[in-house]
């Protein structure tokens, strides 16, 4: 029934309705009817039929209650057999060309110059002895039964969905008694220290008190002998000068004993370190969304091994008309917006690129910057010597914010999970967004450059780390054990090295002028994707981003080298 075909189904910014309004459609409206007029053979809305009934007050108008008679009216075509493009026309065509069904309109305007047109007619001969027009229905009864197989998964997996909700509820709860137990502990730690202090101090008090005491008590004696004595014999009155002087010198002594200290207190100096470790992580754990994709529907691009190919290379010119040498693009990234952050080492510039990668903003760093990662939103950290400085990239212009000094160098950055991963050339470091240091997760001092830069792995499980001086990509687990160590010929002076979300790893190399894809695991070359007789000249980092499946490599060139990928 016509009920049954209203669709929502909106093409630019009009819907198609199972009726449309006639007159409004004459005069290229689309409104959806809500009459229908048995005499004048037309549907009407709301303000339409108003001025119909003024003007035919006999005519008999159907509402919506009465669509059943709508669809029996003589002239009514039938929801079925209506053009989806044009409502008011019947279907009475075919195209060959387009293999779509057409009512006049669609012929007058969209198939004018197709040849392989013919009457529905002509071609429905026979139609009702087809075995496919006859499996019809079975066919949509398979797919109905699809339909209702699906919602019943998705039912289930509406029900799986909160029962999972409940016991990473429960898991939560626990990490949080644990968390609880662990600063009962602390607490009570403190308050022991805190109360054998107080019990020492107390001690101490108590034996000054005592003695002060006792000192009474024997000068007070002292005094009443001693004026006994003062009215007997001098020779009486002799000892007892000279004992009470003894009393008085020892007396004395114990004041000053006492008197060297005015009093006790005891002071409390918080740890800071636990409110700052506490404040950088933001959640228990990472949430991750899990889909378990159908076979038919797996996307060969999910596969992290999957090896791309080179569709084409472009280059775009970065240099700007005040830099004063030649550019060398040591760090590259890629913001939400699309817009992409570069860090030009020679010229001392952090500049923002649009999509088109034309310079639109810039901003100068008081020293030579090493290097760039996004953090969140529209913020990135440029290194710069032994600093990391934030900075904000809103509506098309660069502003610092604020930054964090290190007692080494800061060369590399990569962010993940709320933590900051910082090289200073043969060691990685992990710190907090405040720049407390948290560990040092890997180090080697054989050379200079073993830790060139690193990369994050999306699920953070994984890092790798360029190794300039020995050629090497190294892979490590998160607690800085090596998983793996690659070489290769096309690996000279590996410099940047970029992991995608699906777990795709790219690496440039400064001397070979390379770009090489690895498997990732870190084992092994999967391609090499670019050389310098594409365009590379000393490559010093790259990104991959995902919305044009493009890898951006910067170097020692005034031009971004952009290499699309299949």
Known sequence: MASNFESSIQRGCDFIHDFSCSPCEENGFNTEAHHYCTQCTKYYCQNCVSKHNVLYQKHAVLGRKEVKKWEAAPGVVDALERCGMHPGEALK??????????????????????????????????????????????????????????????????????????????????????INEILDKIEKTTLQDLDGMIAELEKKLKKDIETCDKMTIELQNMIAAFQTKAKSSESKSY?????????????????????????????????????????????????EEQTVMTKQREDPLSDPNHVFSVAEYKEYNVKMSDDKDQCAIRGVCEMPSGEFVIVDWNNCKVKLLDKEYRVIDHCDVPGDPWDVCHIDGNEVAVCVDNELHFINATKGKLITTRKLSFSHGCTAAAYHSGQLYIS?????????????????????????????????????????????????????????????????????????????????VFVCCYDSDTVLQVDKDGKKKLATLARKEDGLYGPRDLFFSSSTSSLIVGGYKDTLVVIKLN
């Open 93 to 178: 065509l075919v195209c060959g060309d387009h293999d779509q069904l057409c009512c006049s309109v669609c012929v007058a305007i969209d198939h004018r110059q197709c040849s392989k047109i013919q009457h529905i007619p002509d071609v429905a001969k026979g139609v009702q002895r087809n075995i496919e027009f006859q499996q019809i229905p079975k066919k949509i009864a398979e797919v109905q039964k699809q339909f209702e197989k699906m919602k019943e998964a998705r039912l289930k997996n509406t029900t799986s969905l909160k029962k999972t909700r409940a016991a990473i509820s429960d898991e939560i709860k626990t990490i949080r008694k644990r």
């Open 239 to 287: 000892i007892a000068y000279r004992k009470s002087q003894d009393m008085i010198s020892q007396a004395n002594d114990h004041l000053r004993g006492i008197s060297t200290i005015e009093c006790y207190n005891v002071t409390f100096q918080a740890n800071n370190l636990i409110e700052e470790l506490l404040s950088a992580v933001k959640t228990f754990g990472e949430i």
């Open 424 to 504: 200073c050339g043969f060691a990685l470091y992990v710190y907090t967004m405040s720049g407390q240091k948290v560990k040092m997760l890997y180090e080697d001092k054989s050379g200079d450059r073993t830790v060139e830069k690193c990369a994050i792995s999306n699920d953070g499980k994984t890092i790798y780390i360029t190794n300039y001086d020995k050629n090497q990509l190294i892979t490590l687990d998160n607690n800085g054990n090596k998983l793996a160590l690659l070489t290769d010929p096309d690996m000279e002076n590996p410099a940047g090295v970029h992991v995608t979300p699906a777990g795709h």
